[in-house]
């Protein structure tokens, strides 16, 4: 984009790698200085928690209220129960309204993090519009509006039936659900700009269409990159599974860890999008070489963990990391094993076996049933138990004075 923004938030978010596309930049530019703005990001209801696939529209809505705007959390109360079909191969199961509204109440613990709702953010439910819908009414006066040759040439549909992978009625009809949400936040809130990933383009310039048709009313999209580690991986996943945001299911030690393992060509622009340290650190802590690199990762992931977590658990977090990597005690010649990605997750007998403390599995899990097994000095009880990623660096402990140390490799 050649077009320079005048406005704070827009100035930001292009210095800092959030923008991927938008409808109208200098429109938008325009609104923002006259300001304040409303805008809103989505999110239904599918899991109990969010995960580090989130967080770049989570800290985006954070900068937006940073600069001076409202940001709206649209809770997906209504359109979890149909699921949004885009990219995906197969229709998302169904949830029960009480698993839904479970759903919002632990999302909304992480939301409570990043944005400060006494001061003007808003979180809204789109189930207070959606489910006292009358299907005719709705045919008649919103569903006229959408053309279903139109519907059927966006990417995120059309891929899935060139597969000739089944596509639901009900989900078809997500994206019209989504449109009308934009409709109902600009009724409501005066809501003029809905943000998302790149993925959503097509969800939202179907609502930007509406509005416009419906109460002829300029208002804006705007996208964020689908982003990927540089070794190509998704970000918000790790070899475990997904990193998630809430403590209930994945330990502040395991999120520090997560971001502490960040490949060295992505801390830069990790520290850009996820902290809110100035630019210019964040490309000085970047461009570090060699072992001045870990310094700037253990920054990233202390200002992480910080936001999430607070500051004490990205301290304590630190501490414990510390102490594992200095051995705990035992010694500075620690053994140090390390593990590829496409080696984890790894069971624990496997992890002592390829760290020399154990000679075969059945020697492993004979070592664990005695209870002469521990993993960060905590007893080892399943010789099953999953280790990922996340969770390394780890010290292991082999009867009393065999100890060795994994690594992410």
Request: aromatic share 8%.
């Amino acid at each position: 984009m050649t077009y320079t923004p005048r406005s704070e938030f827009l100035t930001t978010i292009m210095e800092r790698g959030f923008l991927a596309d938008c409808t109208d930049l200098q429109g938008l530019d325009d609104a923002l200085r006259r300001g304040p703005v409303t805008a809103y990001i989505g999110y239904d209801a599918t899991a109990a928690s969010l995960h580090v696939g989130h967080l770049l529209n989570i800290m985006l809505l954070r900068w937006f209220q940073k600069t001076g705007n409202k940001p709206i959390t649209l809770m997906g109360g209504g359109t979890t129960k149909v699921g949004d079909p885009s990219f995906r191969a197969e229709e998302r199961p169904l949830l029960t309204p009480a698993q839904i509204d479970a759903n919002i109440a632990g999302m909304q613990r992480v939301f409570d993090r990043y944005l400060n709702y006494d001061a003007g953010a808003l979180m809204s439910n789109n189930a207070e519009w959606l489910d006292a819908l009358n299907y005719l009414d709705f045919l008649r006066d919103i569903g006229r509006h959408f053309s279903v040759n139109r519907m059927l040439s966006f990417e995120s549909v059309k891929s899935r039936l060139d597969r000739e992978q089944s596509l639901s009625f009900l989900e078809f009809n997500y994206m019209i659900l989504q449109a009308y949400d934009f409709l109902e936040l600009y009724r409501r809130h005066d809501c003029v700009l809905q943000m998302g990933g790149s993925d959503q383009w097509g969800n939202i310039v179907n609502g930007i269409d509406l509005t416009r048709r419906v109460l002829d009313a300029q208002i804006f999209g705007l996208t964020t990159p689908l982003l990927t580690t540089s070794d190509g991986r998704k970000m918000g996943k790790s070899q475990g599974g997904a990193v998630w945001l809430s403590s209930d299911m994945l330990s502040p030690y395991e999120f520090w860890q997560f971001w502490r393992n960040t490949t060295d060509a992505d801390v830069g622009r990790f520290l850009k999008l996820y902290t809110e340290l100035p630019v210019a650190e964040c490309d000085r802590l970047g461009a570090l070489g060699g072992a001045d690199i870990n310094a700037a990762k253990v920054i990233l992931a202390n200002a992480v963990t910080g936001l999430l977590h607070g500051p004490d658990a990205a301290a304590t977090a630190e501490a414990t990391a510390r102490a594992v990597f200095e051995a705990g005690g035992v010694g500075d010649d620690l053994p140090t094993f390390a593990l590829a990605a496409d080696e984890l997750p790894v069971s624990a007998a496997q992890l002592f076996v390829r760290a020399g403390l154990a000679a075969s599995g059945k020697d492993a899990k004979r070592l664990i049933a005695e209870g002469g097994a521990r993993i960060d000095d905590e007893a080892v009880t399943d010789a099953g138990l999953m280790i990922a990623a996340a969770r390394l660096p780890v010290k292991l402990t082999a009867g009393k004075k065999r100890h060795a140390l994994v690594k992410m490799a």
